[in-house]
């Protein structure tokens, strides 16, 4: 079955860079599906990062676009997050999921399914 | 900015039926999608397409949807369902951004 797992800093200092990576195991990500980022701060809710295809073609979380980077990297079946000048309000967990985009009246619509364990990323000096 | 609505907190007594609701503008025009999530682990997803149930996930969850409201319903809750539960939907303005509601407490009493 299709397996995810993120792996990265798990302490980034303000106003720097935030990189993780998330590798597919039991699924070609060439063969379709997007891919997702999501995060979870600490005690609070779910918020969607962004989203990207094998193709490279991405989707962003309008209130995060500005600081955001999803690339792919099929030969090694894996896609990675940048998030910059971060703060710490960007600590969280941050999951990769396989993201199920699907067009209901002509709208973009879809889920988030499997998900990744996820990493806690603290941003601290 | 697009938001989901949810109730902070649902208790039920083990063997009753729990419902819980998530309510946003444009549920009539979009599927809603729900996860369970346990403490320390990721979300699991438990319903999509309003009322669809993932192979696996057992026949008591169950979806439905009116108007801007979308209810997951648990019959005969068990102990082990107690967990965070979290709808999920898409804007309509036709901006891509998919979006979570703020999560339900579910507690087995």
């Known amino acids: 079955q299709v397996q995810l797992q993120e792996s990265g800093p798990g302490l980034v200092k303000p106003s720097e860079t935030l990189s993780l990576t998330c590798a597919v195991s039991g699924y070609s990500i060439s063969s379709g599906y997007y891919w997702g980022w999501i995060r979870q701060p600490p005690g609070k809710g779910l918020e969607w990062i962004g989203s990207i295809y094998h193709s490279g073609s991405t989707y962003y979380n309008p209130s995060l676009k500005s600081r955001v980077t999803i690339s792919v990297d099929t030969s090694k079946n894996q896609f990675s997050l940048k998030l910059s000048s971060v703060t710490a309000a960007d600590t969280a967990v941050y999951y990769c999921?396989?993201?199920?985009?699907?067009?209901?009246?002509?709208?973009?619509?879809?889920?988030?399914?499997?998900w990744g364990q996820g990493t806690l990323v603290t941003v601290s000096s | 900015s697009y938001e989901l609505t949810q109730p902070p907190s649902v208790s039920v007594s083990p063997g009753q039926t729990a419902r819980i609701t998530c309510s946003g503008d444009a549920l009539p025009k979009q599927y809603a999608y729900w996860y369970q999530q346990k403490p320390g682990q990721a979300p699991v997803l438990v319903i999509y397409?309003?009322?669809e149930r993932p192979s696996g996930i057992p026949e008591r969850f169950s979806g439905s949807s009116s108007g801007t409201t979308v209810t997951l319903t648990i019959s005969g809750v068990q102990a082990e369902d107690e967990a965070d539960y979290y709808c999920q939907s898409a804007d309509s303005s036709g901006t891509p951004n998919w979006v979570f509601g703020g999560g339900t407490k579910l507690t087995v009493l």
């Open positions: 999921a396989r993201h199920q985009v699907e067009y209901s009246n002509y709208l973009p619509s879809g889920w988030f399914d499997p």
């Open positions: 397409k309003d009322s």
